[in-house]
């Protein structure tokens, strides 16, 4: 490598910094050869910033091995600031290239250093490559350190990532502490999503806080049958579990709850407390044919699915009754089939039989049980 007289006698502060200008202004080889020539001034106080300046312009230029053995040059002066930068450096490098051990033992290297302006990210990764190789006791160690620099960009990640993997573990209550202690870390008005995200999860851990309360005084039969705590307990956990993707479990809850002697009534009575009231069934309320699908639907979590499939028919139904409508006067066999098409529809479905034999209920209460020729309903399914 070449030097120039001015170069031989320069400060090595000031090529430093020529090299940095150099750099910024789009010629990274030029301040490789300036950085490069502080580096074989040999020892001195400007030899880590040197290194550390020749690692990032190599990298730059696509020497990446050229750019380690840089890194690994400042790190060996220990320099309080350049030699933790050069650390950092050297573990992006290695995670970019997928080297994951390599980066973890890199990121220790800045941890080491105990330089406050980077331990921080340092640690969070450390955690997430504990967390990526499933050790939960080492992330929670590495997050927890992260959470104890109380950094306002770093600290809130960490302790959203340990209260997602305790409540994954089944410790809300754990989770809830983590996560408040965070928030109070987090500006509001400038990092708004920060604050809603942590927000957010405190609110899942109070949730699922709620859960293990209520199941635990469903576990307690003497409490499960006590008509002032029971049936209230037993509509709170199935309707809460759901929320939480565990519609299957809430189905058993209310199973459970309408098996309780004592209690059961008051639990279907709060399992129906949105049911309609049939209009003009007069004391027949609350005996209609679908309303037994309903209940069902509701402590199975499948009320959508039901739902779906009535507007469907009704969709269907309609259709075939207005497009005939639609076409114009017709003959009385025309009519008679569109009706027929329209009155086959609910058959595909799986309450359809019940719907026929509500209907001919009404009609043989209203022909009379000796009318003849009672109209039928066809049931596409052949029963």
């Known amino acids: 490598m070449s030097t120039t007289p001015d170069e031989a006698t320069a400060?090595?502060?000031?090529?430093?910094?020529?090299?940095?200008?150099?750099?910024?202004?789009?010629?990274?080889?030029?301040?490789?050869?300036?950085?490069?020539?502080?580096?074989?001034?040999?020892?001195?106080?400007?030899?880590?910033?040197?290194?550390?300046?020749?690692?990032?312009?190599?990298?730059?230029?696509?020497?990446?091995?050229?750019?380690?053995?840089?890194?690994w040059t400042a790190i060996g002066t220990q320099d309080p600031e350049y030699g933790p930068r050069a650390a950092y450096h050297l573990a992006l490098l290695h995670e970019r290239a997928g080297e994951r051990d390599e980066a973890g033992r890199a990121w220790r290297i800045v941890v080491d250093f105990g330089n406050p302006g980077y331990l921080p990210p340092a640690l969070l990764a450390l955690a997430q490559l504990a967390d990526d190789d499933g050790d939960f006791e080492a992330a929670r160690?590495?997050?927890?350190?992260?959470?104890?620099?109380?950094?306002?960009?770093?600290?809130?990640?960490?302790?959203?990532?340990?209260?997602?993997?305790?409540?994954?573990?089944?410790?809300?209550?754990?989770?809830?502490?983590?996560?408040?202690?965070?928030?109070?870390?987090?500006?509001?008005?400038?990092?708004?999503?920060?604050?809603?995200?942590?927000?957010?999860?405190?609110?899942?851990?109070?949730?699922?806080?709620?859960?293990?309360?209520?199941?635990?005084?469903?576990?307690?039969?003497?409490?499960?049958?006590?008509?002032?705590?029971?049936?209230?307990?037993?509509?709170?956990?199935?309707?809460?579990?759901?929320?939480?993707?565990?519609?299957?479990?809430?189905?058993?809850?209310?199973?459970?709850?309408?098996?309780?002697?004592?209690v059961a009534g008051q639990v279907r009575a709060r399992l129906r407390r949105e049911f309609a009231e049939p209009a003009g069934r007069g004391e027949e309320a609350g005996t209609s044919w679908w309303e037994p699908l309903v209940e069902s639907a509701v402590a199975d979590g499948s009320l959508p699915a039901l739902t779906g499939e009535a507007f469907g028919a009704l969709d269907h139904m309609y259709a075939v009754a207005a497009l005939r409508l639609a076409q114009g006067p017709a003959d009385a066999g025309d009519a008679y089939e569109a009706l027929g098409q329209a009155a086959e529809v609910p058959g595909g479905y799986p309450w359809g039989g019940l719907l026929h034999e509500s209907f001919t209920d009404r009609a043989r209460r209203a022909l009379g049980p000796d009318a003849p020729n009672v109209p039928d309903v066809p049931d596409p399914s052949g029963r």
Do not use: K, M
């Not at 910024?24 to 910033?49: D, K, M, Q």
């Not at 590495?142 to 302790?159: F, K, L, M, N, R």
């Open 141 to 262: 160690d590495w997050w927890e350190q992260v959470i104890g620099t109380g950094h306002p960009q770093y600290a809130p990640v960490a302790a959203h990532d340990l209260g997602q993997r305790l409540l994954e573990r089944g410790e809300p209550a754990r989770a809830q502490r983590v996560l408040a202690g965070a928030l109070r870390l987090i500006d509001r008005e400038s990092s708004p999503y920060a604050y809603a995200r942590l927000a957010t999860c405190i609110g899942i851990a109070y949730l699922d806080q709620a859960i293990g309360a209520f199941d635990a005084v469903l576990d307690d039969e003497e409490a499960a049958t006590d008509p002032d705590v029971g049936p209230l307990a037993t509509e709170l956990l199935a309707r809460t579990l759901p929320l939480r993707g565990r519609a299957e479990e809430a189905r058993e809850v209310w199973a459970r709850g309408l098996a309780r002697p004592g």
């Open 11 to 71: 400060d090595p502060s000031l090529l430093c910094e020529q090299a940095r200008r150099l750099a910024e202004s789009g010629e990274p080889t030029e301040a490789a050869r300036l950085f490069g020539r502080v580096l074989e001034l040999g020892e001195g106080p400007h030899r880590a910033r040197a290194a550390l300046g020749l690692a990032v312009v190599l990298d730059d230029v696509g020497d990446v091995a050229g750019a380690r053995e840089a890194d």
